[in-house]
């Protein structure tokens, strides 16, 4: 993918952090980039900084909308917007249900929604801010865990069953990026994120990588790459890693 130029990209949540420095990149590029957040005025900031156009709104029902201010179609979808619900086995329920419909369900609604033009064309772009949490975990995060793992694998559901019919998924999967996100993980942040944290505009860097080589996983932080694989091979000393870095949380109060 050697250009962006004219294309019509959105973003969702991309009022700040990673979604507007991925906005920001495809505008740079010549795309013609619509910003969704849930937030109007952010939108509108980025949108009017970009020279994009603001679709304000739950990313899950964005599509037509941001369909009709590209001219009828979208080449590249961003599903970034997310929620980083924290918690433990004992969240409640309106936590875990947020978080799945947020972090899985607005991905599932938006490539409904896309699918049958990208399919009828042979083209498309679906990109997934997943987070290294969807192939490794996060202490202190039930819900965003398990939910990060849910998107991951429709990701790679989409990919396995039309990549033959053109269409091409990219899953992000950074560890700490400096957003607001990360600061909202308090501790359990500050130990296993902040010390490698890297700023947005890296993540948007390593998506065009990805997509220059047609690469599915994205991983701007490379050493996830050794502990995705040590997870899958050598599982229980990997689990038992993560439960010494959760003693450590323990020890410090949380």
């Known amino acids: ?17 990673i979604g507007a420095a991925l906005a920001r990149r495809f505008a ?15 939108a509108k900031a980025v949108a009017d900084e970009i020279g994009g156009t603001a679709v304000p709104g739950d990313a899950s029902d964005v599509v037509d909308e941001a369909r009709d201010a590209l001219g009828g179609v979208v080449d590249v979808y961003c599903a970034n917007a ?30 409904r929604a896309l699918l049958p033009d990208w399919l009828e064309r042979g083209s498309g772009r679906f990109v ?11 202490i202190g995060a039930a819900p965003y865990s398990v939910t990060k793992h849910g998107a991951l694998a429709y990701a790679e559901w989409l990919s396995l069953t039309y990549r033959h019919r053109g269409l091409k998924v990219h ?12 600061t909202a993980t308090g501790s359990a942040g500050d130990i296993v994120l902040k010390p490698t944290a890297i700023e ?21 932080h490379p050493e996830v790459a050794g502990f995705y694989a040590a997870r899958a091979t050598e ?4 689990i038992a890693g993560m439960n010494h870095i959760q003693q450590k949380w323990e020890e410090v109060g949380r």
Do not use: Y
């Not at 590029?29 to 957040?37: F, L, P, Q, Y």
């Open 1 to 17: 993918m050697s250009t962006v130029q004219g294309l019509g990209v959105v973003v969702t949540g991309a009022g700040g952090g």
């Open 28 to 42: 740079a590029g010549g795309a013609r980039v619509v910003v969704n957040d849930i937030d109007a005025g952010k």
């Open 82 to 111: 997310g929620l980083g619900s924290g918690g433990d086995a004992f969240a409640d329920e309106d936590v875990w249900a947020s978080a799945w419909d947020v972090n899985v369900m607005a991905h599932v609604r938006a490539s």
């Open 128 to 138: 997934s801010t997943v987070s290294a949490a969807g192939l490794l975990t996060m």
């Open 171 to 182: 899953a992000i999967c950074p560890q700490g990026v400096r957003t607001d996100m990360l």
């Open 200 to 220: 947005p505009e890296d993540v948007a860097d390593a998506l065009f990588a990805a997509m220059e080589e047609d690469r599915f996983l994205v991983l701007p």
């Open 235 to 238: 599982t229980d000393r990997w």
